[in-house]
C-alpha cells in the first residue's frame, strides 16, 4: 500500500477527534440531534484549522442511519460509502478552479434530483470566496430556497471577499487558530501511534511553527520524520529541517545591540550563516522575539501572553530590566523594513550586517526614525543625570565627536566659568533621588511616566525636590493630587523617606535663578545640538 502523508492519515472521521474547535462541534452535534440542521452553513478561519474535515463529518452526520450524539456512526453502509467516496449525494467543489457561472448554472440543475442514497445532498464549496461576481448572483436564489433535500457547506479563508447578500443566507461559524499546546499534545499522541520517539522541546517547536494550523504541524512532522527516518527528533533536527534558529540566538543577538556590541551581533550573523539558515525567516524571527520583549516591558503579568517555554520568558523577563520600550519599537520598524527590503534580493547578508552596524552605533544613522531614538535616550539620561560627558568619551574613543567633547572640557561638568553648581552641597536624601531619577520614572507608567521623563529634578535650598517642568500642562498634570501622591509614594517606597515636592515651570525657576539656571540651560542646549552622549549636572 502506497504512503499517506500523516495529515490525511490522521484526518477526523468524528466529531470527537477534532480538536481546538469544541465551539462548534457542540453546536453542530445538537443541530444533528435535535434535527434542526440548516440548509447552509458558512465556515471561515485560516489553512489547516479542521474546515473541510467538519464539513465532511457533518456531511456524513445528516446523513447517518443511526448518530452517536449528534456524530455519525461510520458503521452503516451510508457512513461507508462516504468514508470511501463512493457515495454520489457529497459533491466537493474547489471554487478556485470552477468559479464560473456556468459551474453554478450546472449546480442548480443538479439540486432538484433527490439523493439516491440518505436523506441530503450535501454541497461541500471549498475557497467559496473564490467565485466570481457573477457566479455568486446565480447561486443567490439556489441558496435562499433550495429544495428540502439540499444543503450547502462554504469553506473559505477570506470571509471579507463574499458578498453580503451570501453571508446573510448562511450561519456562520468561525474556525480559532488552534494553541500551541493542543496542536503539541496532538502532535505527541500521534507520534506514540506512530512508533516514533521525539523529544518535548522539538514537539513544542513544530507546534509554535505550525502557527494555529494543524495541518500545518503535521506536515513539518512529516517532514522530520522523513528525512531523520528510524532517528528520534530532537530541537537540533528540526531547526536543521526548517532552516531555523534556536531562541537563544535572538537573544544573544538582542543583547549585543542593546550593549552596542557589533563584534557580538556579527558573529551571531556569521554562525547563522555558516549553519545555512534562512535569512529571511530568522529576521522574522527575530521580530517574533523583540515583539515578545516588548510585551514583557509594557505588561506587568504578561506569561499568558506570551507562546514561550518558560526559560525564555525567564530570558524575556531579565533583559526587559535594561531596554526601555522605544528602543525596541525602534529595533522592530528597523528589522520590519530590512526584512521587506531583503526579500527578493541577493545580497541579504551584506544589507544585514550593515543595519546591525548601524543599530549598533547609531551616530552613523542618519534616518528619522534613528535620531529621534538618539535623542529620547540623550534625554533620558540628561534628566536622570546619569552619565557624563568625559565618561562618554572614555568609553567611546573612536566616537567623531571625542576630540571636541574633551577639548570643551565637557561643558556641563568641568567648564567653572559657565556653572558653578555643586550637587554635593544639596542635601543627602535630595542627592540620591537627583542620582536615581531613572529609578523613579521606570517605577510609574502611562501619562505619569511619560511626564517625568520630561522633567528635570533639582533642589532650591528649600528643603523640598523640585520637579522643574518644561510648560504649564506638565506643572499642572504632576500638580493633580492622583499624580502627586504617586510620586511621593514611589520616592518613599525607594528611599525611606517621605519627600516634599515642589512643581514648578522652567520660566519659574530662571526668574528665581537667574545666573545659575541660564548658564545650566546653555550648557545643556550646546550639548545637545553638538554631540550624542550623556550628560551629568554637577
Not at 120 to 144: P, R
Not at 347 to 371: H, M, S
Request: overall charge negative; charged content about 25%.
Amino acid at each position: 500500500m502506497s504512503y499517506q502523508a500523516l495529515y490525511r492519515k490522521w484526518r477526523p472521521d468524528h466529531f470527537d477527534d477534532l480538536v481546538g474547535q469544541d465551539h462548534i462541534v457542540r453546536t453542530l452535534t445538537n443541530q444533528v440531534e435535535a434535527g434542526r440542521t440548516s440548509h447552509a452553513y458558512l465556515f471561515c478561519g485560516t489553512r489547516g484549522t479542521g474546515k473541510t474535515s467538519t464539513a465532511k463529518i457533518f456531511a456524513r452526520a445528516v446523513n447517518c442511519e443511526d448518530p452517536i450524539q449528534g456524530s455519525p456512526c461510520n458503521v452503516c453502509p451510508t457512513c461507508q460509502h462516504m468514508l470511501h467516496h463512493q457515495n454520489m449525494n457529497v459533491i466537493e467543489i474547489d471554487a478556485a478552479s470552477n468559479n464560473g457561472v456556468d459551474n453554478i448554472r450546472e449546480i442548480r440543475e443538479e439540486v432538484r434530483y433527490t439523493p439516491t442514497e440518505g436523506k441530503y445532498k450535501v454541497y461541500i464549496i471549498d475557497e467559496v470566496h473564490m467565485l466570481s461576481a457573477g457566479a455568486f448572483n446565480a447561486l443567490l436564489k439556489t441558496l435562499e430556497e433550495p429544495p428540502a433535500h439540499v444543503k450547502f457547506i462554504l469553506a473559505t479563508t477570506e470571509p471579507h471577499k463574499i458578498p453580503a447578500t451570501i453571508l446573510s443566507r448562511c450561519q456562520r461559524y468561525d474556525f480559532k487558530r488552534i494553541s500551541t499546546d493542543t496542536i503539541a499534545a496532538t502532535l505527541k499522541h500521534y507520534l506514540e501511534d506512530e512508533d516514533i520517539q521525539a523529544s518535548d522541546r522539538a514537539i513544542h517547536y513544530i507546534a509554535k511553527v505550525a502557527d494555529g494550523s494543524m495541518r500545518d504541524g503535521l506536515s513539518v512532522l512529516d517532514q522530520c520524520i522523513a528525512f531523520y527516518l528510524g532517528e528520534e527528533i530532537t530541537l537540533d533536527k528540526v531547526l536543521e529541517v526548517l532552516g531555523a534558529v534556536d531562541s537563544d540566538v535572538f537573544c544573544e543577538l538582542t543583547e549585543g545591540i542593546i550593549s552596542r556590541s557589533t563584534k557580538t551581533s556579527m558573529d551571531v550573523i556569521e554562525r547563522i550563516v555558516m549553519q545555512g539558515r534562512d535569512l529571511s525567516q530568522f529576521l522574522l524571527d527575530e521580530i517574533a522575539y523583540l515583539r515578545n520583549l516588548l510585551v514583557v516591558n509594557t505588561i506587568a503579568e504578561s506569561r499568558n501572553l506570551l507562546d514561550v517555554s518558560d526559560d525564555v520568558y525567564e530570558a524575556l523577563k531579565k533583559q526587559s530590566q535594561h531596554v526601555d520600550e522605544n528602543t525596541i519599537i525602534h529595533l522592530i520598524k528597523s528589522f520590519s523594513n530590512l526584512e521587506a527590503q531583503i526579500k527578493y534580493m541577493t545580497g541579504k547578508r551584506t544589507l544585514i550586517e550593515i543595519e546591525l552596524i548601524k543599530l549598533c552605533q547609531p551616530e552613523l544613522n542618519t534616518d528619522q526614525e534613528a535620531v529621534l531614538s538618539r535623542l529620547h535616550t540623550v534625554e533620558q539620561q540628561i534628566h536622570a543625570g546619569m552619565l557624563s560627558a568625559e565618561r562618554y568619551a572614555q568609553t567611546h574613543p573612536n566616537d567623531d565627536y571625542h576630540h571636541e567633547a574633551k577639548t570643551s572640557g565637557a561643558v556641563a561638568k568641568t567648564h567653572k566659568q559657565e556653572v558653578e553648581i555643586n550637587t554635593d552641597a544639596f542635601p543627602e536624601d535630595i542627592q540620591k533621588a537627583i542620582k536615581g531619577w531613572a529609578k523613579v520614572v521606570t517605577s510609574t507608567s502611562g501619562l505619569l511616566k511619560a511626564t517625568l521623563k520630561e522633567v528635570l529634578p533639582f533642589y532650591m535650598n528649600d528643603q523640598r525636590l523640585s520637579l522643574v517642568c518644561k510648560n504649564s500642562v506638565q506643572k499642572n498634570t504632576l500638580s493633580e493630587e492622583q499624580y502627586l501622591s504617586k510620586i511621593i509614594e514611589v520616592l518613599e517606597s525607594l528611599y525611606k523617606k517621605k519627600f516634599e515636592l515642589n512643581i514648578i515651570e522652567e520660566k519659574e525657576y530662571s526668574s528665581s535663578n537667574e545666573g545659575n539656571m541660564e548658564d545650566i540651560e546653555r550648557a545643556i542646549n550646546k550639548i545637545r545640538n553638538k554631540i550624542n552622549f550623556d550628560v551629568e549636572i554637577q
